[in-house]
Each structure stands twice: as structure tokens, then as C-alpha cells.
């Protein structure tokens, strides 16, 4: 198999899983509905995220911040694809290319997310379940959808301790945010091509 096509199946199966999940999330689920995993250390819990990650959002800016971050991350896909594209017409390393297709897919979930899923959705409510292609049409304008997530680790869940000058002996959970597949795999692809960049790089170097 060309590494086009290994770079394309392994893009398009992440993208096709993440939508799939998102899919079936957004129309069998209401905000904040959660299915435990892993007893109370992993949940599948539903949240819409209107921003970037971990909520950040560019509110000052009201709906053209909205707008911008959408824009902003069409740029960026399409420079992320056109440089992939590059490196694999000037034969890169396998593993480069493969870390960048995930990367790829991982923002292209996303971006999904945000472009259609306000047209082609009911909005989601704590009490009903959004619908798919409603007759009344979608929540948002194309653009201005909100990003689905699901995952929720909150691994380490303890209480502050009572020396605690602030909310002594409330609850504590470790880890908090909530993210989906795209995320994860922006974020594996991040790590991994941090982490074998020099070798990558001697990969090319021995080949030419």
C-alpha cells in the first residue's frame, strides 16, 4: 500500500469513528447525561463545547469571535493538509507522515463539529435529546456549531483537607476536562511527533 493511501485510510477511520460517536451521542443523549465505564473513575458524559480547547472562547468578540476561531481553523486545516500533501510527494519518513494524517483527522473532527452540526442538529438541552436534520432546521448558522465531547477520566477524586484555606473539605477531582476523539487524537499526534521528531529527521537524511 502507498503511503497516500495508508496516510488516507488511517486519516479517514479516525474521522469516521469520531463522527460516529459524536452522531450517536448528540441524538441518544441530553447535556450532561453520563454512562459509566469504569465504575466512577470513566465516563462516557456529554458536554458541547462552543469554543477552542478547554472551553476557551473569544467572548469579547461576541458572534465574530465565534466566526474568527471557525475561520482560523480552515486556515490551519488547509495549511496542515497542503504541508502532509508535501512531505508525502518528497517521500518523508512513514512515521511522519502518518503522525501528521492523525493530526489531520483529529482537526478535521473538529472543524466538522463546528461548521455543520448547528445546521444539521436541534439544539440539546438538559431534558431532550437533539434531533438530526429537524424540519424547523438546526440551532446555529453553518459555522457556528458547537464541538461535541464525551470523555470524562476524573481519575484522582479526593477533598481539600481541612488546613485548606479555601473549600476545605469539598470535593476535588484531579483531572476535569471533558474531551472527544479528535481531541485525543490531536493530542497523541502532538506528543508523538514531538517525541520522534530526530528521528524522523535521520530517517530522511540516511534515505537521501
Request: with cysteine; charged share 15%.
Amino acid at each position: 500500500m502507498s503511503l497516500l493511501k495508508k496516510s488516507l485510510l488511517i486519516a479517514l477511520l479516525i474521522l469516521a469513528a469520531d463522527q460516529a460517536l459524536k452522531i450517536w451521542i448528540k441524538t441518544h443523549m441530553t447535556l450532561d447525561d453520563s454512562i459509566s465505564i469504569i465504575g466512577n473513575r470513566a465516563f462516557i458524559r456529554f458536554t458541547e463545547n462552543p469554543g477552542m480547547a478547554f472551553g476557551i472562547e473569544l467572548g469579547f468578540f461576541g458572534n465574530a469571535g465565534k466566526l474568527l476561531l471557525t475561520l482560523f481553523r480552515v486556515v490551519f486545516i488547509g495549511v496542515l493538509v497542503w504541508f502532509t500533501w508535501k512531505q508525502i510527494h518528497r517521500k518523508a519518513a512513514t512515521g511522519l507522515v502518518l503522525g501528521l494524517s492523525v493530526l489531520c483527522a483529529g482537526a478535521l473532527g473538529n472543524l466538522i463539529d463546528c461548521l455543520f452540526y448547528g445546521v444539521l442538529f436541534s439544539a440539546s438541552t438538559y431534558t431532550q435529546v437533539a434531533q438530526l436534520l429537524p424540519p424547523e432546521g438546526g440551532y446555529a448558522m453553518l459555522g457556528f456549531g458547537k464541538v461535541v465531547d464525551m470523555f470524562y477520566f476524573p481519575v484522582i477524586q479526593t477533598t481539600y483537607p481541612s488546613w485548606f484555606p479555601f473549600n476545605a473539605g469539598e470535593r476535588f477531582v484531579f483531572f476535569r476536562p471533558i474531551f472527544n476523539m479528535a481531541d485525543t487524537a490531536i493530542t497523541c499526534s502532538v506528543f508523538y511527533l514531538l517525541i520522534f521528531q530526530r528521528s524522523f529527521f535521520l530517517e530522511r537524511t540516511k534515505t537521501e
